[in-house]
């Protein structure tokens, strides 16, 4: 079965489904390479009074992130982040259900391309541990 998969700009109604999917990639992918108080740090929940603050937060894009969202079937699968200014693939999180479908291959794509676009050479990533042999 083929799948519908396509990375689009971030519409920013859709800023707590993006910090959703960076939680739930961290909670499902990272748990095994960083212990919980570490987790906790890196993906707050959303949905208390904490995440509030930090969905607001999120909002303000005090770095000019270029956010992306992509969809596999209609239904939102991963994310990524391009910093221009700093040459900066800053993120790039696919949900734990929907690895290995190319999601996160897209993304990586997508930021790729706008960077090139953007007349960029080169980008710099800081990879977590689970990332490293992706």
């Known amino acids: ?8 700009p971030l519409d920013t ?3 707590r489904t993006f910090l959703q999917i960076h939680s739930a990639a961290v909670r499902g992918l990272g ?3 960083y212990p919980p108080e570490v987790i906790d740090v890196w993906a707050a929940p959303v949905n208390d009074h ?3 603050e930090f969905l607001q937060r999120f ?6 992130e270029t956010r992306l969202i992509a969809e596999l079937d209609g239904q939102p699968a991963g994310i990524g982040v391009l910093v221009v ?3 900066e693939l800053r993120a790039c999180y696919v949900r ?3 690895v290995r479908k190319g999601v996160g291959a897209a993304i990586v794509r997508e930021i790729e391309r706008l960077a090139i676009q953007s007349g960029l050479t080169h980008l ?11």
């Open 1 to 8: 079965m083929r799948h519908r998969l396509i990375v689009r």
């Open 13 to 15: 109604s859709e800023a």
């Open 31 to 33: 748990i095994s390479h």
């Open 50 to 52: 904490a995440g509030e």
């Open 59 to 64: 909002l303000v894009n005090s770095d000019n």
């Open 85 to 87: 200014q700093n040459e």
């Open 96 to 98: 734990p259900e929907m």
């Open 124 to 134: 710099r990533l800081d990879a977590s541990l689970n990332a490293e042999p992706f």
